[in-house]
């Protein structure tokens, strides 16, 4: 990969994904009202030519583009039948929506009914100013690409589609020559970590992001794991 980041990177721009993530955190408990706190999350990589082995789910899958048809269905603006937790999953999806575009979004399909059954964002170099603006992330190469923002829909879960769908999804950043495709998952996620190294995703580099005086100033670390970390082979 012709990653700029051995050394690690640092910024302060507010990002949507880790507001996100730090009020989930600090609705859940995790985080308290400190002067000093922080999340880490594992930055996860998959080497496009080396082949794995074949994923499925326990239902027929297909992938194909967003279309404004899916986000009605999966992220509806009126998402008041749902679960309180589920009520707020789509809303964070809208809010990713708005700064990523519909443009760049991969949804999978039940086979069995034709209807979208899980969602996430894949960007490529070309993109690299909405990742930007996302924040959050490293700088990537041109060979590499970004798949994030995952979602899947009550009806679908525990059906394995998760693992399945993101090997397709990382599988069309072949389309821009890509041979690299990362993402990240909080370090305390098992069950998002273990569906990400079934896709083909292997740890690769920590993110560190430090909430200083009450969350008022962030700043950000991405440090490449050593070669012989053995975190990079670990089994979960």
Known sequence: MSMDT???LSGKTPDLLHQIDHLAQRIRGRLKPTLVARTVRYGLRRDLTKPIEHVTAKIPISSRRMTQR???IMLPEDASALPPADQLEVKWRRLFLDKAGIE???VAIDERDGSPCYMQWLFGQSEADIVEDLGGFPRFGRDEALLECAYTPPSHRGLGIMSAAMALFAEHALDFDARYVHTFVG???VPSLKG????????HMVHTRRFRLFGLLRDDSFDVMA??????SWEL
């Not at 990400?196 to 740890?203: L, Y």
């Not at 070669?227 to 990079?232: A, C, F, I, K, Y």
């Open 6 to 8: 051995a050394t690690p």
């Open 70 to 72: 899916d986000i009605d």
């Open 104 to 106: 760049n979004g991969y």
């Open 187 to 189: 370090t305390e996620n």
């Open 196 to 203: 990400c190294r079934k896709a083909g995703f292997d740890p």
């Open 227 to 232: 070669e012989e970390d053995p975190r990079r």
